[in-house]
């Protein structure tokens, strides 16, 4: 068993750079326009043979969080094929890699709820599900909104919500939101609207 290292200070957090994971050989199992599926052939920390699957994705996952003037937001609502499961989120999709991420963003808030915004803040970056999966997530508070039609693609089958803030609080609090980025979002902006950040 490897060694835990336990850390009595949280002052100033060090950590090893250098990669305890050794890999044998790699194998490609799928690849499509989004995704790609690598096997590895790894020597794990222990220093035992072992296999590791990999997911990379070939786009930044974006959210944006709009808030009107009143702090309204907006939620859209989609069945999720994967989950099997209708989900409420705030807007959110794909930007490519080598895209501006807020040129991404833009594109997304406007295509789902046919808004644009006049101010952007990006509050976060996260990895969805770092034990499979290189994901990176970029999300924005847009505010200074402006009402135009939706261009939503053809794969999307959406229901706009437009809530009170404290309302998709709740909804997040009692487990009727349970999207990553926007759960994170809400509750991002909630921290930033009690230190008077927002």
């Avoid at 790699?26 to 790894?42: G, L």
């Avoid at 009107?68 to 859209?76: A, K, R, S």
């Avoid at 991404?104 to 999966?133: C, D, F, P, Y």
């Amino acid at each position: 068993m490897p060694p835990i290292l336990i850390c009595n200070t949280f002052i100033t957090m060090h950590h090893p750079t250098e990669n305890p994971w050794q890999i044998s050989s790699e194998k490609e199992i799928y690849d499509n326009p989004w995704i790609n599926v690598t096997e590895y052939q790894v020597i794990n920390p222990a220093g035992k043979p072992g296999i590791y699957g990999k997911l990379h994705y070939k786009n930044l996952a974006i959210g944006i969080l709009p808030l009107d003037e009143d702090m309204n937001t907006y939620l859209v609502g989609q069945y999720r094929f994967v989950l099997d499961q209708y989900s409420w989120e705030m807007p959110e999709g794909g930007g490519p890699l080598r895209t501006d991420p807020l040129e991404s963003a833009k594109r997304e808030l406007l295509e789902e709820t046919g808004l644009k915004a006049g101010e952007w803040t990006e509050i976060q970056r996260m990895h969805l599900s770092n034990s499979v999966s290189d994901e990176l997530a970029i999300i924005y508070i847009a505010r200074g909104l402006q009402q135009f039609d939706p261009e939503p693609e053809d794969t999307e089958q959406l229901i706009i919500n437009k809530v009170p803030f404290i309302k998709a609080y709740e909804m997040v609090q009692n487990g009727e939101i349970t999207d990553s980025l926007t759960v994170a979002a809400i509750l991002k902006a909630r921290l930033m609207q009690l230190e008077n950040r927002l």
